[in-house]
C-alpha cells in the first residue's frame, strides 16, 4: 500500500518536550552584559543588522519556517525557534499552511493553549486536516487528556493515512491499559519506519522507547536504538533515559559529555556525573544555574521541568516539588510524571504520591516500577536496577549499545 507522505512536524513533543528560549525582549543595562554564550560550532550570525532581516522577511518562505522550526526542536536550538517567530510575527497571511507553522511554533514555546486554539480554527476550515489532526491528538497527550486525543486519532479515516492513524492510537493505547498489547502494533509499524518520512519514523521510534522504559523491555529498547539516529536531542534524552534507568551512568557520562550546551542533556549528564562522584557535576550544576538564572531575569516559564529537575539535582527538595507541581498542570508524559514522582517522594508529601496514584489509577497509565516507587516512597534513577538486580556498571564507555546475559543495554 501506498502510504501517504506529508510533513508531520514537531509529532515528537509526544514523549520529550525540549523547551526554547523565547521570550518578550530582554534588554541589558550595559552594553558589556553577557546573556549567553554560543557554542562554538555555533553557524554565523544570519542578520547583523534590523534591516539585514527586513529585507529578508520577504523572501522567507513558508517552508524554510518549518526547516527552522524542526531545527529548534532536533537540535534544541533557541536561534532556530526565534528566527522562525519572528518570520511568523512578520507575516500578515492566514492561510491553513501559516496558521499551521504558528501552532507549531507556539507548541515549541510550549503555549499549549494558543496552539490549540489555532488547530482548533484550522479544523473549522477544514475537519480533515490531517497534521492539525495528528498535532492536536499529540498536544492533548502530552497534557495527559487521552479520551479527547485519541478523538481526534479516529477522525484520520483516510485509508492513505492508516499508518498515521495507528501510530497515533499506539502512543495513546500506550498510556492507558494496553502498553503489552500495542507493541504487536508498534513493532508493525516500526517495519515500516523505513520507507517513511524521517518526522514520522522517528515519532514511531520515539513510542516505542517509552513503552520499552516503563515495560523495561530490553530487547525491544535494543531495536529501537540500533535503528534510530543517535544525534538528535530527542534520541539521546530517549536512550540517557534507558541508561539511566539501568544504572549506566558512565555510558550515559560518554553519551552526553559533548552536548553540554542543550539543557535537557545537560541535566541527565549531571544526574550520571553525581553518581559517578565525577568532579564535573559542580561545574554543570553551575553552568546550569546560570541559565535558569536568566530565565527567570526573562520571566519565561516554559522550563519547568528543567527548573525542578535542576533543583532535585541540587539537593532543593521543597522547590523540586513546588516547581514540578506547577510542570504538572502543563504536562504529564512519561518525564514529567517521574519527575513529579521523585519530587513528591523525596518531599515525603503523601499528598502529591496520592495524587500521583489516583492519575495512575485513572488513567492506567503503566511503569510498574514507578509504581512500585510511589507504594514503598522510595525512589531513585535506577528505577530498574532492584527489581532486576542490575548493577551499576561502569564499564562501557562508548559506543553502541551492547547486550548480554550479564550486561543487559
Not at 510533513?7 to 553577557?34: E, G, M, N, R, W
Not at 555555533?42 to 522567507?60: G, M
Not at 536512550?239 to 559529555?257: F, K
Request: glycine share 2%.
Amino acid at each position: 500500500m501506498h502510504w501517504i507522505q506529508f510533513p508531520i512536524k514537531l509529532l515528537l513533543l509526544i514523549f520529550v518536550s525540549i523547551p526554547l528560549i523565547h521570550a518578550a525582549p530582554f534588554i541589558p543595562t550595559d552594553d558589556q552584559q553577557i546573556l549567553a554564550v554560543l557554542p562554538e560550532d555555533s553557524p554565523p550570525a544570519r542578520y547583523l543588522t534590523s534591516a539585514d532581516f527586513a529585507s529578508d522577511t520577504s523572501k522567507n518562505s513558508l517552508e524554510q519556517t518549518s526547516q527552522l522550526l524542526e531545527r529548534a526542536y532536533l537540535q534544541g536550538d533557541p536561534r532556530a525557534l526565534g528566527q522562525a517567530r519572528a518570520q511568523l510575527d512578520q507575516s500578515t497571511d492566514q492561510s491553513t499552511d501559516t496558521l499551521m507553522l504558528q501552532a507549531r511554533a507556539l507548541q515549541s514555546d510550549h503555549k499549549f493553549d494558543q496552539a490549540k486554539d489555532l488547530l482548533k480554527q484550522i479544523l473549522s476550515r477544514d475537519a480533515a486536516h490531517p497534521d492539525a489532526l495528528l498535532t492536536l491528538s499529540s498536544l492533548l497527550v502530552v497534557q495527559g487528556q487521552f479520551t479527547e486525543a485519541m478523538s481526534y486519532c479516529k477522525r484520520l479515516n483516510n485509508p492513505e493515512l492508516r499508518v498515521y492513524a495507528l501510530a497515533c492510537a499506539a502512543q495513546i493505547q500506550s498510556m492507558t491499559g494496553q502498553l503489552d498489547s500495542v507493541k504487536q502494533t508498534l513493532a508493525g509499524l516500526a517495519a515500516l519506519a523505513p520507507g517513511l518520512d524521517a518526522s514520522t519514523a522517528r515519532w514511531i521510534y520515539l513510542i516505542q522507547a517509552d513503552a520499552a522504559l516503563r515495560s523495561q523491555d530490553t530487547a525491544l529498547s535494543n531495536q529501537v536504538f540500533d535503528a534510530m539516529d543517535d544525534q538528535t536531542v530527542p534520541a539521546l534524552m530517549a536512550q540517557a533515559d534507558w541508561l539511566l534507568s539501568i544504572g549506566e551512568y558512565q555510558r550515559v557520562r560518554t553519551l552526553l559529555q559533548m552536548h553540554t550546551d542543550k539543557d535537557a542533556l545537560l541535566l541527565r549528564l549531571i544526574s550520571a556525573q553525581i553518581k559517578l562522584k565525577d568532579t564535573n557535576a559542580q561545574k554543570n550544576l553551575t553552568l546550569m544555574k546560570e541559565r535558569i538564572d536568566v530565565w527567570r531575569i526573562r520571566q519565561e516559564n516554559a522550563h519547568m521541568r528543567e527548573q525542578a529537575a535542576y533543583a532535585l539535582l541540587a539537593n532543593d527538595t521543597d522547590s523540586a516539588l513546588k516547581l514540578a507541581i506547577d510542570n504538572w498542570k502543563n504536562q504529564r508524559e512519561t518525564a514529567d510524571i517521574v519527575l513529579y514522582a521523585t519530587a513528591a517522594i523525596k518531599a515525603s508529601s503523601q499528598k502529591d504520591i496520592q495524587l500521583l496514584r489516583q492519575f495512575m489509577t485513572d488513567t492506567q497509565f503503566e511503569y510498574p516500577a514507578l509504581e512500585r516507587a510511589l507504594l514503598l516512597g522510595k525512589i531513585d534513577d535506577c528505577l530498574h536496577c532492584h527489581a532486576n538486580n542490575i548493577p551499576n556498571s561502569t564499564a562501557k564507555t562508548s559506543g553502541t549499545p551492547v547486550t548480554s546475559k550479564d550486561n543487559p543495554l
